[in-house]
């Protein structure tokens, strides 16, 4: 249902920039949210940012306001995560996922409910951020 893609590499150095995408395909829901998890070693999944498809309504985890920000292409059915300013603690295993359900993405994201309940998960990427 899934393609994750990293652009522009794994590996950036502290207040560089970096773009993922992720494409979704499979699916025939009228509605949907895409959201951006993370996972840094040792740590649970963090929500990190999500749009919605009904009106491209974004939200933010704290720890990444005013540095991400979420985009997507309906057409191609691809959402980006603009990551700008990154440091080392953003360094972690990148997730998108997909539901139906708006409101379980966003509070997923929020930190509201848990992570797990997102339905659809893509594969993981890696990025590293050095100091």
């Known amino acids: 249902m899934f393609s994750c893609r990293r652009l522009g590499g794994g590996l950036v150095q502290a207040g560089g920039s970096l773009r993922l995408s992720c494409a979704a395909s499979?699916?025939?829901?009228?509605?949907?949210?895409i959201g951006w998890f993370r996972q840094a070693p040792g740590k649970e999944h963090e929500g990190v940012s999500c749009i919605a498809s009904s009106d491209g309504s974004t939200f933010y985890g704290n720890s990444v306001k005013g540095r991400f920000t979420i985009s997507s292409d309906n057409v191609k059915n691809t959402v980006y995560l603009q990551m700008n300013d990154v440091k080392p603690e953003d360094t972690a295993v990148y997730y998108c996922?997909?539901?139906?359900?708006?409101?379980?993405?966003?509070?997923?994201?929020?930190?509201?409910?848990?992570?797990?309940?997102?339905?659809?998960w893509g594969k993981g990427t890696l990025v590293t951020v050095s100091s």
């Open positions: 996922a997909l539901d139906s359900h708006i409101g379980t993405v966003v509070n997923a994201v929020l930190g509201v409910i848990k992570w797990d309940a997102v339905n659809y």
């Open positions: 499979g699916f025939t829901f009228d509605d949907y949210a």
